[in-house]
């Protein structure tokens, strides 16, 4: 599976920013779709997931009134809204999958390439 992420960029603080998910010539349907992120000299760190029933875990729950996870299936697409956005949210976001569940975020073997948030003024 090769996942793709994409909607970073450049996004002034207290912005927004819409993430997407694709998988190019693979349904994801039927499987839990993560998110992830890296930020310069950390370790990457989970923030949540969708499962193939649109059932959400949080990974990181101190961004969970910032985020709206959703998944669009007939665009073959899974979609990560931010809001409020801060200097500390500059990262490289990931998205990855291992099945339909989500699983602990070590569980996740499918990555795609990631796709850089800036947030500064």
């Known amino acids: 599976v090769q996942l793709q992420a994409s909607g970073g960029g450049l996004a002034q603080p207290g912005g927004s920013l819409r993430l997407s998910c694709t998988a190019p010539?693979?349904?994801?349907?039927?499987?839990?779709i993560g998110w992830f992120r890296q930020a310069p000299g950390k370790e990457r760190e989970g923030i949540l997931c969708?499962?193939?029933?649109?059932?959400?875990?949080y990974y990181a729950d101190s961004m969970k009134v910032r985020l709206t996870i959703s998944r669009d299936n007939a665009g073959n697409t899974v979609y990560l809204q931010m809001n409020s956005l801060t200097p500390e949210d500059t990262a490289v976001y990931y998205c990855?999958?291992?099945?339909?569940?989500?699983?602990?975020?070590?569980?996740?073997?499918?990555w795609g390439q990631g796709t850089l948030v800036t947030v500064s003024s």
């Open positions: 990855a999958t291992a099945g339909p569940r989500c699983g602990n975020p070590s569980s996740f073997a499918f």
């Open positions: 010539g693979f349904t994801l349907d039927y499987y839990a």
């Open positions: 969708i499962d193939n029933l649109g059932g959400i875990r």
